[in-house]
Nanobody, 122 residues
Framework: QVQLVESGGGLVQAGGSLRLSCAASGIVFSTKDMGWYRQAPGKQREMVAAISSIGITNYSDSVKGRFTISRDNAKNTVYLQMNSLKPEDTAVYYC????????????????WGQGTQVTVSS
């Protein structure tokens, strides 16, 4: 059974930092491309960051320079370090996994976590 379990969300003031983690099980983690998406109330889900199985990264323009995605294949975990947080970063953040990069960055990943809430106060 595939599981992606996010953690690390919470309430933070603008300008602060959070680190999200996503622990994967039931998949061969090292062969999967991994991503973080977010969905704010009333808005469509959007890609935040992605990292390929060989470490190539991609970021949305809205988080470039502030967020960093990384992975630890030994721990089957992908991270999202979020710095200089803004109120507009408030959303539910989802982890996802897929062996096919275009499907991952296209929002149609095979596996998804349940999400973790990030709230940034002004």
């Amino acid at each position: 059974q595939v599981q992606l379990v996010e953690s690390g969300g919470g309430l933070v003031q603008a300008g602060g930092s959070l680190r999200l983690s996503c622990a994967a099980s039931g998949i061969v983690f090292s062969t999967k491309d991994m991503g973080w998406y977010r969905q704010a109330p009333g808005k469509q889900r959007e890609m935040v960051a992605a990292i390929s199985s060989i470490g190539i990264t991609n970021y949305s323009d809205s988080v470039k320079g502030r967020f960093t995605i990384s992975r630890d294949n030994a721990k089957n975990t992908v991270y999202l370090q979020m710095n200089s947080l803004k109120p507009e970063d408030t959303a539910v953040y989802y982890c996802c996994a897929d062996p096919f990069w275009p499907r991952l960055v296209g929002g149609k990943a095979q596996y998804w976590g349940q999400g973790t809430q990030v709230t940034v106060s002004s």
